[in-house]
């Protein structure tokens, strides 16, 4: 029985060895026109199994830049998957995945232009849902809201969350949700707000996993729930649960909400992937 056993782990340790393998291959970068991209920055993380279970992961980067013909090679020595995120002058952002088992000899990545890339991104940024003290309740502080255009808290907040239910804007700016829609990434899809049907005040259902935003200056932004957090203060004595929130926002009041050319890739890689 012991040596049935063994050789039982030992298949399923053969087995999950075989996920990983070499993750060598090539690709170009090019445009809408079939243009090569020279010089572009192609980041790529490859993912390894550890273990036997799955979430038993780790990655490894590497960066590459493509030649004057758009071209790029990666080697990785044990992998069962790649995270590409490729930028370019000129270009917006694009992100990507190959598993294994995919082609990942000669594929082409296109690039579309946008020769004005200029949105900010405010990573982590909160979104104070409930504000409850054991002597006062606080749930209608306005001042707790969220300043979009300094992607930080304060009294001159662009949008704010009333009771825990219904979120709202200033009378001059506009929400719409964004609903969960199958696999989307928020981040890289949405890439234009609405050009109309804002409204001042949004009863939260519980279904959003974003935000278009309209300020009171007529920019626009997006603004993404990543995670929900609770914290404690005071002793303990009050409690502030909310929103950990992504926040693209574009200044040059136009509805493009690309993701900003300086954003950090291995970080943009991992939050997608």
Not at 102 to 110: G, R, S, T
Not at 181 to 206: F, R
């Given at each position: 029985?012991?040596?049935?056993?063994?050789?039982?782990?030992?298949s399923i340790l053969f087995f999950l060895s075989c996920s990983n393998t070499l993750m060598e291959g090539s690709g170009a970068v090019i445009d809408r026109n079939n243009t090569p991209i020279s010089n572009a920055e192609v980041t790529i993380l490859c993912w390894k199994d550890l273990g036997l279970i799955r979430d038993e992961v780790n990655y490894s980067k590497k960066i590459y830049y493509t030649d004057s013909k758009g071209k790029f090679s990666f080697k990785f020595d044990?992998?069962?998957?790649?995270?590409?995120?490729?930028?370019?002058?000129?270009?917006?952002?694009?992100?990507?995945?190959?598993?294994?088992?995919?082609?990942?000899?000669?594929?082409?990545?296109?690039?579309?232009?946008?020769?004005?890339?200029?949105?900010?991104?405010?990573?982590?940024?909160?979104?104070?849902?409930?504000?409850?003290?054991?002597?006062k309740d606080c749930l209608e502080i306005i001042e707790e809201g969220l300043d979009i255009v300094e992607g930080k808290n304060g009294s001159d907040a662009d949008i704010w969350i009333t009771q825990g239910k219904t979120i709202s804007t200033k009378p001059a700016g506009g929400i719409i949700p964004i609903l969960k829609e199958g696999q989307k990434n928020l981040i890289t899809n949405y890439l234009e707000a609405p050009s109309e049907g804002y409204v001042q005040e949004y009863?939260?259902?519980?279904?959003?996993?974003?935000?278009?935003?309209?300020?009171?200056?007529?920019t626009y932004a997006k603004v993404i729930l990543s995670a929900l957090y609770e914290k404690n203060f005071n002793e303990g004595n009050c409690l502030e649960k909310g929103y950990v929130t992504q926040i693209i926002y574009q200044p040059d009041s136009t509805r493009r909400l690309s993701i900003p050319h300086f954003i950090d890739m291995e970080q943009l890689l991992l939050m997608i992937y």
């Amino acid at each position: 029985m012991r040596i049935k056993i063994y050789f039982f782990f030992c298949s399923i340790l053969f087995f999950l060895s075989c996920s990983n393998t070499l993750m060598e291959g090539s690709g170009a970068v090019i445009d809408r026109n079939n243009t090569p991209i020279s010089n572009a920055e192609v980041t790529i993380l490859c993912w390894k199994d550890l273990g036997l279970i799955r979430d038993e992961v780790n990655y490894s980067k590497k960066i590459y830049y493509t030649d004057s013909k758009g071209k790029f090679s990666f080697k990785f020595d044990k992998g069962y998957k790649l995270s590409i995120g490729i930028r370019a002058y000129s270009y917006d952002i694009e992100v990507m995945e190959i598993k294994s088992d995919e082609n990942i000899k000669d594929f082409n990545i296109v690039l579309n232009n946008n020769s004005k890339n200029n949105t900010i991104y405010y990573r982590n940024r909160s979104l104070i849902r409930e504000y409850k003290c054991q002597e006062k309740d606080c749930l209608e502080i306005i001042e707790e809201g969220l300043d979009i255009v300094e992607g930080k808290n304060g009294s001159d907040a662009d949008i704010w969350i009333t009771q825990g239910k219904t979120i709202s804007t200033k009378p001059a700016g506009g929400i719409i949700p964004i609903l969960k829609e199958g696999q989307k990434n928020l981040i890289t899809n949405y890439l234009e707000a609405p050009s109309e049907g804002y409204v001042q005040e949004y009863k939260i259902t519980g279904k959003e996993v974003g935000y278009f935003i309209k300020t009171n200056e007529h920019t626009y932004a997006k603004v993404i729930l990543s995670a929900l957090y609770e914290k404690n203060f005071n002793e303990g004595n009050c409690l502030e649960k909310g929103y950990v929130t992504q926040i693209i926002y574009q200044p040059d009041s136009t509805r493009r909400l690309s993701i900003p050319h300086f954003i950090d890739m291995e970080q943009l890689l991992l939050m997608i992937y």
